[in-house]
């Protein structure tokens, strides 16, 4: 790739053979920072040579052994590079997986950052009309949310799972979404919130009728009459049995706190000229 007084042009066909040997070689030996450059290196040429497919190929394969290494900004870089030059192909989906493995990858280390990709990872499905493909998406952010305890996030990101398979008319997906944020609400304290987004969500044909909507409505209903063995009748239902395991652990738990101050801070933000 060097250009002498006798070469004076790069030979980035050869040099990525080259690269791509070393990188195996260097792979079976267990030298894996070196294997890392070498893929790094056949990577560029790959993309010199016009085939961003094989670019990403190997930046994929770099970013997997900056996780074995546990070089995590890498991690983050290298796949955040493979995610761009397959979008170069006009390939949505592995654009999307990648940003996805590198979510995964990061989500006990840093989690933001997982959150940050696997938003990205979802838009780029959502704008290639994709939305069905993005659903584990959804959850494995909202999850991470969780962890986080940022609740509200949590329930809006069940809220975008429910808004992208309205689309894609996965009906169950939908309801299962709906009266999962308003699970997560109520384990975050937020009462005022569930019965918004309860409310919200009714307006949607498909959940009024569900098995999901009468259950978050015996759960509200619940939680405004303070009936503490109500509340854990239904968070042990069925129909919350077959949520998200994550969602499962929160309903589990429920109620948390006092449900009688619960009830009685709903009251304090009431329009006293509303009567609905």
């Known amino acids: 790739t060097k250009l002498t007084l006798t070469r004076w042009s790069a030979d980035w066909r050869g040099a990525t053979e080259l690269y ?13 920072e070196k294997a890392k450059v070498a893929l790094e290196k056949a990577s560029k040429g790959q993309e010199m040579q016009a085939s961003p497919w094989d670019a990403a190929k190997h930046m994929e394969s770099a970013a997997a052994l900056a996780q074995k290494l546990s070089i995590w900004n890498e991690v983050a870089d290298f796949y955040r590079k493979a995610s761009e030059l397959y979008v170069e192909c006009g390939r949505a989906q592995p654009a999307s997986d990648a940003l996805g493995k590198a979510a995964r990858a990061l989500e006990e280390v840093k989690p933001d950052d997982a959150i940050q990709l696997y938003t990205d990872a979802c838009e780029i499905l959502e704008e290639d009309g994709r939305d069905q493909m993005a659903f584990d998406l959804y ?14 996030d949590a329930a809006t990101f069940f809220l975008r799972l429910g808004v992208a398979a309205d689309k894609c008319d996965a009906t169950n997906s939908q309801c299962k979404a709906y009266l999962s944020a308003i699970i997560v609400y109520l384990y975050g304290h937020d009462l005022k919130q569930a019965e918004k987004c309860y409310n919200d969500c009714s307006q949607i044909d498909a959940f009024l009728k569900s098995d999901q909507n009468r259950a978050a409505s015996r759960l509200l209903s619940a939680y405004n009459d303070g009936d503490i063995e109500e509340i854990k009748k239904v968070a042990s239902s069925s129909t919350v049995s077959n949520l998200d395991h994550a969602i499962i652990k929160l309903a589990r738990k429920l109620p948390t706190g006092d449900v009688t101050a619960v009830q009685m801070n709903t009251g304090e933000d009431l329009d006293e000229d509303d009567l609905t």
Not at 20 to 32: C, D, L
Not at 140 to 152: H, Q, R, S, W
Request: glycine share 4%.
């Open 20 to 32: 791509e040997q070393a990188a195996n070689g260097f792979r079976a030996s267990n030298k894996y």
């Open 139 to 152: 959850r494995a952010c909202a999850n991470v949310y969780i962890k986080l305890e940022k609740f509200a």
